[in-house]
Structure formats: C-alpha cells, structure tokens
C-alpha cells in the first residue's frame, strides 16, 4: 500500500473509533477481537488503547491493561491492506511512550509461535521469551514474553 506516512496519527482509541471498525473488524483486522470485547476494553479505567489513522481511516490499533506498574499487552493488529509499511513499529513506539508515562515495571504478552512477524516486532522492543504454553491456541502454542522498563 502507497500512503504517505508523514499523515499517519496515534490517538487513543474512543467509541466513535471502535462504531467506524466494527464492520470491518472480521474481514480487515483479522477477527482478532470481536466488537463487545473492545467495548469492554475500552470501558475498563485499567486499559489503554491506540489507534492509528491516516486521512480519517482507523488502519491499527493496540492497547493495554495495567493494575499498578505492571502491564499485559492485549493486541496490536493492523489493517490487511497497511502491513508491513511500518504501522506495526509506530504503535508499538508510542505504546511504549504510554507505558513509561504510566511508570510501568513490566509487560506481559502472549503471541503465538508462527507469528514470526509479530514476534520480530516485540523482540524489537526489548521483549525476551519467558515460557511457552502448549496447545494455547486452537492450531499452535503461545510464548510468553516479558518486558522490563526501567
Ligand atoms: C504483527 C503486526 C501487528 C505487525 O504490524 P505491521 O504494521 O505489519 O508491522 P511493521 O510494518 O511495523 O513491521 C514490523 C516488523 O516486521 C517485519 N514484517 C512485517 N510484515 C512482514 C512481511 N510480510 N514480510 C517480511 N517482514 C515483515 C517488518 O520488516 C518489520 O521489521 P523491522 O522493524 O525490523 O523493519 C501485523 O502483522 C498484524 O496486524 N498481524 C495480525 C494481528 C496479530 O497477529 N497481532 C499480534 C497479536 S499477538
């Protein structure tokens, strides 16, 4: 996908963001969190959500939940059509900034084990391998991943 960049904004994530996804969170952004589990999410005085938006159009979005200093990264998933055109990278930078703001110690993630692409990114951000569950996931294991910020 051609975009230029330089137009892509980080917001947090409202309702009004949540109602423009919500037809297109099954085909575009991989069915990866349903509509009422978002609600919840953003319901939540812990969680924290990002999205990312170019010309208007919600094209990623991450979020977080955090009880004191530590924090469990929920997702991060971008639109089919803007992968790996460095969305992913942005996210993830400004949720670290949202982190830090918030003095967060640790982050806890789980991700499944052929998601190399997803893997990549988190490692790119100081996340390391902590353990692995079998059979977390209908066709493939979880690793758990761990980040400490100091
Ligand atoms: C994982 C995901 C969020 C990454 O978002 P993205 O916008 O594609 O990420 P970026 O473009 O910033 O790329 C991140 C890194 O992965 C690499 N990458 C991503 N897609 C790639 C591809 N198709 N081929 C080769 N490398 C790829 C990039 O080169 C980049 O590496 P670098 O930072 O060292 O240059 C995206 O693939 C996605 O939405 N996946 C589905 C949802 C998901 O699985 N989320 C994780 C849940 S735990």
């Keep these: 996908m051609d ?4 137009k892509v904004t980080i917001t947090i994530m409202d309702f009004n963001d949540l ?3 919500s037809d297109c969170l099954q085909n575009e952004f991989d069915n990866f969190w349903t509509y009422d589990i978002l609600k919840e999410e953003l319901s939540s005085e812990h969680s924290t959500y990002l999205v990312a938006k170019i010309d208007g159009q919600i094209i990623g979005f991450a ?3 955090n009880i004191f200093n530590e924090a469990e990264l929920m997702n991060i998933i971008v639109h089919k059509s803007f992968r790996n055109c460095g969305i992913g990278n942005l ?9 830090k703001a918030r003095k967060i110690a640790t982050v806890h993630l ?3 084990k052929n998601n190399i692409y997803a893997i990549h990114l988190y490692k790119k951000f100081g996340f390391y391998e902590v353990g692995l569950r ?7 294991d979880a690793i758990l991943m ?5």
């Design 3 to 6: 975009f230029d960049k330089s």
């Design 19 to 21: 109602n423009q996804i």
């Design 63 to 65: 979020g977080f939940k």
């Design 91 to 99: 996210l993830m930078k400004n949720i670290m900034l949202e982190l």
């Design 110 to 112: 789980e991700v499944a």
């Design 134 to 140: 079998k059979n977390y996931y209908k066709n493939d």
């Design 146 to 150: 761990e980040l400490t910020i100091n």
